[in-house]
């Protein structure tokens, strides 16, 4: 969603509160109440609002607040506090972080199980307090029985945050040497307040068991979502007694180097969900052939990228720029994590090939913004450089995709540049353990496809692999996925759920016309 429209939400939300808060207070205005009421009122003195204590779970307390969603209207009632940890262990009297940390508390008439329900962002680099509002309706049954929790990993959200400046777009562009520079202003200016070495799974595993701790808690139950799923499999590992049950939504095995995959995982993922239109008489003869529609728009690009004047969603103000084949990659790569999303592409390369670029243009810059706001990337930095960096290598096969190889040579030269923390010589073991686990994967997945799923069940006697048709990243709050998901947590026996309403998930079909797809 373009800035300037979240914005005109946001005004908007608020302009709706204050407003009913008026109606609400002015229904018995002063002509309906005795002039002596009004009067008293009116000579009265503001009292002082005392505030109420905080809720306490375990050691942490806790006061009300309200979750704000990323995108749209939605927000949840929530309990949010605070706990301290050493950025350095081996320094407990140095540095201390203050972990941000929201408890949605169990339905008031609930019998609350005695583990609790974690919820683990992905990213690397989202905040989980964040990001929870846009998921809240998958965990609806889930709070029937359970508390859930939200920690921002150190580094992300509230949790000393480490982001980088939003107006540095040198991160984005194709010029190492550009990226190298930005790479050294952003670890200069946040190891003012950090030491980018502390910032790794295995640090956030350590916060998290510390967290358990200080609730009171004698279990978890994870939910892991896309890196998120790194995380719980981490701590499935080092603290198998404190886990009850892990759920990995599009899951990176723990033998996962990240990067490195990329570039084949999407041309696998696009080519399904292009064969959508290739399948349909009506989308072909509207908008042709999007494979060799892209394949071709990707040759001219690289040749003499075309001046396009567009409109920016942002500001409305309208531009010239240079339509470069990264951004035109960048945004075949994440559109695709939403086959919704996805459905507009062949059309918009249909645009492409007759000369229309203004589509892609503003589509890009759109994405290029709105992804600056979600992640923290000095956070990525710290857990890809010390986790993955060493086991960077180029493929062959790459070559000649719209990704290449670009991911791990861009991502080598920062990493070169970037602090790195230890890590567990066993840390890219396969977790192999008898922990109840639910593994969920999309059809269409571009970055974590379902093959990941299957390597990760092999060594997870306990588990069961859902690959949900038609369906791209993060599916926990597709079709009836939320029921099957809260009897999972209620019972710890993926392989005792009946699955059968996932049949009914279907396939979006593709536009063929900016009025949307064929009726």
């Known amino acids: 969603m373009p800035r300037k429209i979240r914005i005109l939400l946001a005004l908007l939300l608020v302009a709706g509160m204050f407003g009913y808060r008026y109606w609400r207070d002015q229904r018995a205005g002063p002509a309906d109440r005795p002039a002596a009421s009004v009067a008293a009122e009116a000579t009265k003195a503001p009292a002082i609002a005392t505030p109420p204590p905080p809720r306490m779970f375990g050691r942490i307390a806790f006061r009300p607040c309200t979750l704000a969603a990323q995108f749209g209207p939605a927000s ?36 609350v199980a005695a583990d609790a329900v974690f919820m683990l962002a992905g990213g690397p680099g989202q905040s989980a307090v964040d990001t929870y509002p846009q998921v809240a309706p998958a965990f609806r049954d889930v709070l029937k029985h359970r508390n859930v929790f939200l920690l921002d990993q150190r580094g992300t959200g509230k949790s000393n945050p480490l982001k980088c400046k939003p107006e540095d777009d040198a991160f984005d562009g194709s010029d190492l040497a550009a990226v190298r520079a930005a790479t050294e202003r952003c670890r200069d200016t946040l190891s003012r307040h950090a030491d980018l070495r502390f910032y790794t799974t295995t640090d956030a595993v350590r916060d998290l068991e510390a967290v358990r701790i200080a609730l009171g808690v004698p279990q978890l139950d994870l939910v892991g979502i896309s890196y998120g799923t790194r995380v719980a499999q981490q701590y499935a590992m080092r603290h198998p007694a404190s886990t009850r049950a892990i759920v990995l939504d599009s899951v990176a095995p723990n033998s996962l ?23 349909s008489v009506a989308c072909t003869s509207a908008v042709g052939h999007p494979r060799a529609q892209l394949d071709a728009l990707m040759a001219t690009l690289r040749a003499d990228p075309p001046l396009v004047r567009y409109r920016d969603a942002a500001t409305g103000a309208s531009r010239e720029e240079r339509l470069q084949p990264d951004a035109v990659a960048g945004l075949m790569r994440m559109y695709a994590y939403m086959p919704l999303v996805s459905s507009l592409l062949p059309l918009q390369l249909g645009e492409a090939a007759h000369g229309r670029y ?146 009914t998930l279907g396939y979006v079909p593709p536009f063929v016309s900016f009025n949307g797809w064929e009726p």
Request: hydrophobic share 45%.
């Open 76 to 111: 949840v009632e929530a309990q949010c506090g605070t706990f301290s940890v050493p950025e350095d262990p081996a320094r407990p009297d140095g540095r201390k972080l203050a972990l941000n940390l929201a408890w949605v508390p169990a339905a008031a008439d609930a019998e």
């Open 257 to 279: 180097i990240l990067g490195n995959d990329f570039a084949g995982n999407l041309e696998r993922a696009l080519d399904l969900q292009f064969a959508r239109c290739e399948e």
């Open 358 to 503: 203004d589509g892609l243009m503003a589509l890009s810059r759109m994405l290029g913004s709105s992804l600056g706001d979600q992640m923290a990337m000095g956070m990525q930095l710290s857990v890809i450089c010390s986790e993955d960096a060493s086991g960077f290598q180029a493929d062959p096969d790459a070559e000649g995709t719209l990704l290449g190889n670009q991911f791990s040579e861009f991502l080598g030269a920062q990493c070169a540049l970037w602090p790195k923390g230890a890590m567990p010589a066993d840390f890219h073991q396969p977790l192999a353990s008898t922990v109840p686990a639910l593994v969920l994967e999309g059809e269409f997945d571009p970055v974590t496809p379902p093959r990941y799923g299957e390597d990760v069940v092999k060594t997870l006697p306990n588990a069961r692999l859902l690959v949900l048709r038609g369906q791209g990243h993060n599916v926990i709050g597709a079709g009836c996925m939320p029921k099957l998901f809260a009897q999972f947590l209620q019972t710890a026996d993926a392989k005792a759920l009946d699955g059968k309403c996932l049949d």
